[in-house]
């Protein structure tokens, strides 16, 4: 039974921030920002151009349970990548892509450039041959090897020809970052005695920075080689990982993952970011003050865990700065300082300590617990913050929920803020778990969900009634403004992530994560999209292209009579 509130069309573009005549539909700031998609300038709405978007009318797709892929009117897609496809004489595509990204090699050329893919976690099953439901099947070395190369991500250089995207084989572009990849941790101390980690793992959501650079995210990454975790003596024990295994076979600290790691897209080169907290990040969203200075926003994907904000105190720098932890209930962010912290001093050594324990230190302030925090994007056109709090079971919040942030007077680097609900799941809303977001070219919010596999179409289940994951859209203009509105549903045991328009916003990328992800058993899979030769589910990325996607984007394009049903 859902318990969220129904709101009214009114509120929903009352909350966003409706834009009217003559309004900045991406005023210049966003050009410093580039978190959802290539920033463009500023450009004002007419009064001819608000008359062609009252044409522009959508048509909801109905929950489906179907092993497809399925897009509204005005959409189509064709795959532009796959789990196992080549990209060069060397390496292949990982597994689970989640966050994309795409960068065009020239700011004059939207239609060549370099794409970022996460590969987020691996199903052992599929790539490594390992049934774990087998209890007398041994795991090997090779089998973890094999696990370790299909997480981290992969760069590709792809190119539109004739209105289709494919890969270019054998860019000198397009290389993997994986698990076993040396990445050097970038702090003056060394962590566990290191200053280099080996690898990149439990990459979800991420980020662009302002000089061009991907960012991606180290989400769960107690899987894969445990945790450290501490008393109330402040004595530490190693925990297991808590489904891979793999500090049985490798002998990697824990405290290596759970950071933001920045990619050279041209030279591949990685660094982590030690200053921005470990956590489970979800993503990492970034702003550029007029200083230069670095705002950066991310979220900490776990029941009762936090949302953070770093600003540097030098330009371009996410190292240098000051991490905080809000507290929404006040509307104050708290600095996640050693030096000037006296609860922080009595428990930490100094402030390496603090960061690489982030969670406890968020906590011992005061910081809000939220409902699993994940996505993150600015508003183009009121620089209002988003995120996605997409459920917590422990206090029965089922369906999620998106957070508003508005910093005081606008003002990024703010101590002060207001928090707000600006949209709660649930059956009278429309959707379930939200994930990712994404502004395009217009403004208007773009919402992926994260129902669990598990749990789906379950008939004792909260989530019967939205059947597969969706991607939706919430226009901020023409007469389906503040509509929430179904315009792709996931095949069976998917969900839909990543979304990144490209710089014409006339393609939407998006990644088909984990399709037939309940299956037990190779022979009989629950999924079977996307239906290759392989007859097994695939994680795939998509291009989606159409008149829909175009006309939403280049509002100025639209011609009158245009409509979309």
């Known amino acids: 039974m859902s318990t969220s509130k129904k709101y009214s069309r009114k509120e929903f573009l009352t909350f966003l921030g409706k834009a009217g005549l003559g309004a900045a539909v991406i005023p210049p700031f966003i050009t410093a920002c580039g978190s959802t998609t290539t920033p463009t300038q500023s450009a004002a709405l007419s009064d001819r151009q608000l008359e062609k978007l009252q044409k522009l009318k959508l048509k909801s797709l ?10 509204a009117k005005g959409m189509d897609y064709h795959t532009l990548i796959r789990w196992g496809d080549q990209i060069s004489d060397e390496d292949r595509f990982g597994f689970n892509c ?48 094999m696990e370790m190369y299909n997480v981290g991500g992969s760069i590709v250089r792809v190119r539109q020809t004739n209105g289709k995207w494919e890969i270019v084989p054998n860019d000198p572009h397009n290389r993997r970052i994986t698990g076993k990849t040396d990445i050097k941790l970038n702090w003056d101390q060394p962590i566990k005695g290191r200053t280099t980690a080996i690898g990149t793992l439990g990459n979800c959501s991420g980020g662009i920075t302002p000089w061009n ?58 660094q982590k970011h030690i200053a921005l907290g470990r956590m489970a990040h979800e993503c990492c969203t970034l702003y550029r003050m007029d200083d230069d200075r670095i705002v950066a926003y991310t979220g900490d994907d776990k029941n009762n865990e936090h ?23 006040n509307g104050k962010w708290l600095p996640m300082d050693w030096e000037s912290q006296p609860v922080l001093k009595n428990k930490f050594k100094d402030q390496t300590e603090v960061l690489i324990r982030a969670r406890e230190a968020a906590k011992l302030l005061g910081a809000t617990e939220l409902n699993r925090p994940e996505d993150i994007e600015i508003d183009p056109i009121t620089g209002n913050v988003f995120v996605s709090l997409t459920n917590n079971v422990t206090k029965r919040d089922f369906h999620g929920s998106i957070l508003k942030i508005e ?15 600006y949209l709660a799941g649930g059956e009278e809303n429309g959707f379930s778990c939200p994930d990712n977001l994404a502004f395009d070219l217009s403004g208007n919010l773009w919402m992926t969900t994260d129902m669990s596999g598990s749990l789906m179409n379950r008939a004792d289940g909260p989530y019967l009634p939205f059947k597969n994951n969706s991607l939706f859209v919430i226009p901020r203009h023409g007469e389906d403004a503040g509509k929430v509105i179904r315009v792709a549903t996931a095949p069976r045991d998917a969900e839909l992530t990543g979304p990144w328009f490209s710089p014409d916003g006339e393609t939407l990328f998006l990644s088909v994560q984990h399709p037939g992800e309940q299956t037990t058993d190779l022979a009989n899979p629950t999924s079977l999209w996307p239906f290759d030769k392989d007859n097994i589910p695939k994680p795939t990325v998509v291009a989606i292209t159409g008149d829909l996607i175009k006309k939403m984007n280049k509002l100025n394009q639209l011609d009158p009579g245009d409509g979309v049903s």
């Open 98 to 145: 989640d966050f994309t990204c795409f960068i065009p090699l020239d700011e004059n050329d939207p239609k060549d450039g370099l794409l970022w893919v996460n590969h987020e976690y691996i199903d052992p099953l599929f790539v490594s041959g390992y049934n774990a439901r087998d209890e007398n099947q041994k795991r090997t070395q090779d089998q973890i090897d």
């Open 407 to 421: 910093e005081t007077n606008g003002a990024f680097d703010s101590m002060n803020f207001k928090a707000s609900t």
């Open 213 to 270: 650079t991907f960012l991606t995210c180290e989400e769960n990454y107690d899987g894969f080689y445990g945790e450290t975790v501490y008393d109330e003596n402040n004595v530490a024990t190693k925990e297991p990982s808590k489904y891979y295994g793999w500090e049985n076979f490798n002998d990697n600290p824990p405290e290596h993952y759970g950071w933001v790691v920045e990619i050279d897209p041209k030279s591949g080169e990685a």
């Open 307 to 329: 949302l953070y904000k770093f600003v540097s105190s030098k330009p371009n720098s996410m190292k240098e700065g000051t991490l905080y932890v809000a507290d929404t209930v």
């Open 62 to 71: 109905l929950p489906s349970d179907k092993d497809d892929l399925i897009l």
